[in-house]
DNA sequence: TGACAATATATCCAATTGGATATATTATTT
DNA sequence: AAATAATATATCCAATTGGATATATTGTCA
């Protein structure tokens, strides 16, 4: 009988990976910076300012806008930084606890 | 005509001060570790555990946590940290942008 | 009340993050 | 294409925050 090609996907490597807790942390780690990045740049683009115009609003600087958007600095932001940027873009910064997916 | 006594509450005090940007920053800096603190000390105590049971999950100390909730340590705990604590207390840490109040 | 557990406070240092500067890369406009 | 604007990247330092330790205070139970 002949044997079946087992397909492992990225999604299913993962998916094991998750239950080592450190593994997780640091992924969980990523997805947020990831997330941030994205909240902030769209609200950013839909307020229709520069990196430099939001930056001056939030009192902080061109360069840490781009970094924090670019999501490949592998530095969370802090939620004082956070809310400076939300409250520029006329936006109340919300943190929850929210039932783990 | 008797002259009416204007009654100034708090509240309205605050609110005129709201629209100063350095007074409506420190007011939602200390809105946000306040309610931080709230968020961690109920999800811990529902979940049962002490201060240093939660902190040996989170990878911490008691005292960090102590510091976390009660809220007079006028410093914001950082989201590598609050997810740390999420996590040790089964939820997903969510951040976002809000149509502000 | 005394013993023990839990929480809070203070101080100091190490690690992390924002800010400043310089400069590179990419988009846009003329 | 050249000029300009916008965004990205790298480095270094100052400011902020977590961690460690010691200790105080408060709460619980025998």
New interface residues.
């Given amino acids: 009988m002949k044997k079946e090609t087992k397909r492992v996907t990225l999604r299913d490597a993962i998916k094991k990976e998750l239950k080592n807790s450190e593994f997780?942390?640091r992924f969980?780690?990523e997805k947020?910076i990831g997330?941030?990045a994205r909240?902030v740049r769209s609200?950013r683009q839909r307020a229709g300012l520069t990196q430099a115009g939001l930056a001056r609003r939030a009192g902080t600087s061109q360069v840490v806008i781009a970094r924090l958007e670019s999501g490949t600095d592998h530095r969370?932001?802090?939620?004082?930084l956070?809310?400076?940027i939300?409250?520029a873009?006329?936006?109340?910064?919300?943190?929850?606890?929210?039932?783990?997916?």
């Fill in positions: 997780k942390f969980e780690h947020a997330q941030i909240i609200a969370i932001p802090s939620l004082d956070l809310q400076r939300a409250q873009l006329h936006f109340q910064l919300m943190i929850s606890f929210d039932m783990a997916a």
